[in-house]
């Protein structure tokens, strides 16, 4: 079955707020197996409500409407599917009892603006709103459904959970979408897309696949449909197991995971601890690391040595050395990554050193240059990286870099 | 003048991603005067984008476009636009230059991929994108404009400011709305909304007053309507003004300021360097005052004392006292501050220890207690806190609040 979604009010087109009630409700229409192909923002003017609504519900077999329902002038959405499908208002008791009873409750009398919300479209299903005053109208056409919800998040959801899904999946047993995540890191977009072209051309005909690159990941969206979901699950575990050949080092997790979620399993593992000395990251290895609960069974602790003289005076780097190399060297990460471990009596230790920018570059190193080390037991070894000219992105990805370095090390380990 | 704003990929469909770039262009078309009428979704198939673009493009002066312009297969908007305006793809030299440039300068070798993405229609404007190697598309009909962006929140973002902004402005100068964001702190928004209601009431007709709330703040956003942007400065201005009177220790900035930002200010103002030791907050006030260009000038840095072996070893905190009053303690965190303060020779000093949750908590300390100490060259002071049960929150308002107590003491002393 297909769907559309269309909220109407003011506040998203002006960027007021963001449309979380349609992500919502596309996550909850897709979990039993609806498609969602389209979602609309218009404003509470009766002719484009009017139109829209009648373009939607003519091309999709669900039409999901929030908004326009409230008890101020400027809320039409009911007048709107009146004109539209020929009713009339009438009071609606039920609804009038239950509005009267919150009232009377609050020790409030009734409104004639709030008797009003009591009066719905003499053709349609009213269905009771737990959450508030105003219900919602369902209208069928044939196998359709056209249902219209106040905008209010928690209302909203409180009807979808009580009538719509219920509704829905009555018509829609059979069909299921099953959505997986592959979360990648080292290889830029357009590399992993060739890596990986011969296994994407041979996916299976149901399954599609999409990639959402962000700073900390390229995320790989396998989307299956079908009828029985444990086949279908069968079968998506089968291609990550191809995938998982063709690019072992880049895969560091699945679904919610993130490269420090990642990190945190292995060094779990081990029972070992981390430390971590940050130069141009200031703080956010730190702050990837503990914003996971659990986060001190892995992490002691660290430095952030922003200027040189907490690298010379808290991490022991020899001041010759920063004057003859540079902070940003590999001699000077690799003694901070070295330092902070043993100060630390940590396992493994972290450090970067580098130029976020948009300021600091120098001869030969441009902004974005980035030196990160890792110090084990056994070693410590370092890395130069080059990224872009952007401030935060250049923080957060020499800040993943780091993480996957030490997982790489870590997987290495592992196999002995 | 109207615009729409349609967005292509699966991503929003299936409620994967929430569609903030809509409520970002959404916002930055109404701060030039043009009234977003629509907003749609649709996925990536050639007919549906074809369709559409052609409907919405009929319909509305502007038409703005993110998404599917990936280097990979599942990205065809730029075919759906070739097929829609009858254009043929051509290689774009300059484009072509800014990708090899950028893979020459990470080292990797041009695939056959990225360059197909310099391939753009031989009848649009290629707009240069400063952050991404693919470029936006600029497509006229007589007066109207048709631009197509990558999806990338920061690409989109560039692109807007540095063509599609200013192309918007030059054809629209009469009209003028101007949003004006105070940024406040330390009142919830009820309470807020109490103290400010008699100003708010009395707000001039053409200005209107939006809350905007978030673990960093409560932005109170004013937006006016006119001819005279200068005069609509003023009147803006005057308000303020009045505001600040009624809260004048609670707006700490304006617009893009954000807590980091007010502190630096007021640290720079007097020459002076800030150091910190974080438990709970796991670095995250070191990332919040290193994310802004410039931190060196009055950041020196900061220990990450997570396990308390290193709240003893590295900032000399008594053993006896952090097994007597517990870590968290006020005891613990003004310890931290006073020996970070002196350790790292810093003038001023902040110190957080707490329990971010969600497990940690004990008799009398529930999760979000946080006890958060400022050391200055004069004293060290202390408060506790207790936030929600939501770890994020937590750890974010711990950090904001640890800013916001170091602001009112550098205000304090300015006052003297």
């Known amino acids: ?38 979602i609309v923002s218009i404003s509470d003017s009766l002719e484009e409500i009017k139109s829209t609504v009648n373009e939607l519900f003519n091309e999709y077999e669900i039409v999901l409407v929030t908004g326009g329902l409230g008890p101020t002038n400027d809320d039409i959405t009911k007048h709107a599917l009146c004109e539209l499908f020929n009713a009339e208002l009438i009071v609606h008791k039920p609804t009038l009892d239950h509005v009267a009873g919150i009232f009377a409750q609050r020790g409030l009398p009734l409104t004639e603006l709030n008797a009003k919300q009591a009066e719905e479209p003499n053709n349609c299903e009213v269905l009771f709103n737990p959450k508030g005053t105003a219900p919602a109208m369902l209208f069928r056409n044939g196998e359709k459904i056209l249902v219209s919800m106040p905008g209010v998040p928690f209302e909203m959801k ?30 830029p977009e357009s590399f992993l897309a060739e890596r990986i072209s011969t296994w994407e051309q041979n996916l299976p005909e149901n399954t599609s696949l999409a990639y959402l ?5 390229i995320r790989l969206r396998l989307s299956t449909t079908g009828t029985n979901i444990s086949l279908i699950k069968n079968n998506v575990q089968l291609q990550i197991e191809k995938l998982k050949s063709i690019i072992p080092d880049n895969i560091f997790g699945y679904d919610d995971d993130t490269m420090a979620i990642a990190v945190a399993r292995l060094l779990i593992e081990k029972s070992a601890k981390v430390a971590v000395a940050e130069s141009c990251t200031g703080g956010t290895i730190a702050q990837l690391l503990t914003e996971n609960s659990g986060s001190s069974k892995y992490f002691l602790g660290g430095v952030v040595a922003y200027s040189n003289s907490i690298k010379v005076e808290q991490l022991k780097v020899s001041n010759a050395d920063i004057e003859k190399y540079g902070a940003v060297s590999q001699q000077t990460v690799e003694a901070m990554a070295k330092n902070v471990r043993s100060i630390f009596k940590s396992d493994y230790a972290i450090a970067t050193s580098g130029i976020a920018g948009p300021t600091g570059a120098t001869q030969g190193k441009p902004v974005g240059t980035v030196w990160i080390a890792i110090s084990t037991p056994q070693a410590t070894v370092s890395e130069m990286h080059t990224f872009g000219g952007d401030r935060y992105r250049n923080i957060l990805r020499s800040s993943v870099t780091a993480l996957n370095m030490l997982r790489r090390i870590l997987l290495e380990e592992k196999k002995g």
């Not at 596309?26 to 609806?34: D, P, Q, R, W, Y």
């Open 1 to 38: 079955m297909n769907a559309a979604i269309l909220t109407i009010g003011e506040e998203i087109l002006i960027g007021q707020i963001v449309d979380t009630n349609s992500a919502w409700m596309a996550t909850e229409l897709n979990n039993i197996g609806v498609s969602v192909r389209r």
């Open 158 to 187: 409180a009807i979808m959970e009580l009538h719509v899904i219920p509704e829905i999946k009555s018509k829609n047993s059979t069909r299921v979408v099953y959505h997986k995540n592959i979360q990648t890191f080292g290889l």
């Open 213 to 217: 690159p962000s700073p900390n990941a």
